[in-house]
Structures are given as C-alpha cells and as structure tokens.
C-alpha cells in the first residue's frame, strides 16, 4: 500500500469511478503496485453520480488516469478526448489515461481475459462457449476474435446474443441449448455463481468433461460452484480473479509506462480474498 506519509504536492492521483465501488478490489491492487515501485502515485476510488461532472472534475485537477466500471463503461466514451481501435470496436472503456491533457480510452478488460487464458491454453482455433453478452462479455468475445478463437455466444437475450455474434463473426446459442455444444473452453461472462447466487451455475455439471478448460470471470467467491464441479469432472480451471488481475496490471502500465509488479499485486489481492 503507498504510504500515506508519503503523499504530497508531487503525487499524481489515479481513480475508480462507477457506482457501487465499495467492493472494488482496484485500490488495493494499484496502491500495492505503485508501494512495491517506490512510485509518487495514489489510487482512490469514487461512486460517480454524474459522469460528466466527474471527468470535468478529473481534467480540471489533471488526473494522471482513471479506471472506469459498471454502469459507466460504454457512457464514459462520449466524454473523451480519444478512443483505443479495440476499446471502439467493444464499444466499452474501462481504463482512461490522461496523455498531454487528452483523456484517452482503453479496455483492459479485454487483454485481462485473453492473458488469463493463455497462462493455461492456446486460444488459436479453439472451440470456445462463451455464456454472456453483456460488457464483460463484448470484452471477452473481441479479445478472442483477435486470437482466432471459434466463437459460440449463449446468451438469455436473444437480440444481444446475435448481435454479438455477428460481430465477431460468431454463432449463437440458446442457453437451453448448450449442452448440444461441444467446446474446448467455456467462459462464464455471466454474474452467475457470485453472492447471492453462489449456489448457481450457468453450465449444467453433466456436461462438463475431462479435459476442458472451464473460466469463470466471477472472482468472490474464489472457487465459485462452477468451477468447483469443473475440477470434480477433471477439466482445468481459471478463476475470475486472474482476468481481475491481468487486466489491472495492463491499465497500471498504460497509467505509470512501468512492468507492474505482479507477483506483489496478486499476493496482495489472495491473501485479501482468503
């Protein structure tokens, strides 16, 4: 964590905006990153009541970043300066640099869930169900397009799970009809299995085969009960927090143009979470 002793007229300030924000996991992350580099940075997090009030505020203090999550993602494009190629074509941002006085936004997200995935499996002409189109979803199902996944969206709107499926040139699936599927990776992009739901799954465990690579982005609780009946079955699993992480550590070199300190950063967010 940075000292709070150490702070003064030099620190450049980094912040969270969405509403609620008092689960984030964000100012611990961040903090123990900016701490274990001895860099002159702080990290605080904001319930944003009014968005463009709150970016008018960051400009006119000249925040060196700031993180942006639900319900904030896609409304926070039309009050920057700039937008990343990817971050425009997921149509979500959740990091914001301040570049020279423009605000310039990112979506980590994006990167979090495929370095998540590669730590375990290729992602090359795998044959991956991905349940949920939302936010996290769109992230996901575009980060993958880019490694040349095979893409099968399920979701429980079937207007916005066709139309992600268009997009990156998917196919769509009912969720009453996954099990007809047969993926190498599936991905919960779904809040399913987080409180107070934790005794929901979105795949039925039947269907769950040894081999697979199971990925839930739900990172409380650690072992949700789909990942739980993913590893009884012999499939590998990855939990939500790694996506949490690596999509951390992306925005804090887009905020600092320093390697963060990842070892550091994810001990901190375990030993908190356990």
């Known amino acids: 964590m940075t000292d709070r002793t150490a702070i003064n007229g030099k620190t450049r300030l980094v912040c969270l ?6 689960h984030s996991l964000s100012p611990l992350i961040h903090n123990t990153g900016f701490g274990a580099l001895g860099l002159n940075f702080a990290y605080m997090a904001f319930e944003a009541k009014d968005l463009k009030k709150t ?11 700031f993180n942006v999550t639900m319900p904030y993602k896609q409304e926070i494009i039309r009050h920057l300066d700039k937008v990343d190629g990817q971050a425009r074509k997921i149509h979500a941002v959740n990091t914001v640099a301040n570049k020279g006085g423009l ?3 990112y979506n980590t997200d994006s990167i979090g869930a495929v370095r998540a995935l590669k730590k375990v499996t290729k992602i090359r002409g795998k044959k991956i169900l991905l349940v949920g189109a939302g936010g996290a979803g769109r992230a996901i199902a575009f980060g993958l397009k880019k490694e040349k996944a095979e893409l099968t969206i399920a979701e429980k709107s079937e207007k916005k799970g066709k139309a992600l499926a268009r997009e990156v040139k998917g196919k769509f699936v009912r969720l009453a009809n996954i099990v007809k599927t047969n993926p190498d990776i599936i991905i919960n992009a779904t809040p399913v299995g987080m409180e107070p739901n934790i005794n929901s ?14 990925f839930d982005i739900v990172y409380d609780p650690l072992e949700t009960r789909l ?5 009884k079955s012999g499939c590998r699993t990855i939990s939500g927090v790694e996506m949490l992480l690596e ?15 990842e070892s550091k950063m994810r001990n901190a967010v375990y030993k908190e979470l356990r």
């Open 201 to 214: 799954s979105v795949i039925p465990k039947g269907f769950l085969r040894k081999g697979m690579v199971v």
């Open 17 to 22: 905006i969405g509403k609620p924000i008092k």
């Open 55 to 65: 970016v008018d505020g960051f400009r006119e203090i000249g925040v060196a970043g």
């Open 247 to 261: 999509q951390a550590f992306a925005s804090f070199e887009i905020f600092t143009g320093r390697k963060a300190p």
């Open 227 to 231: 990942l739980k009946e993913a590893e």
């Open 103 to 105: 605000f310039i936004g």
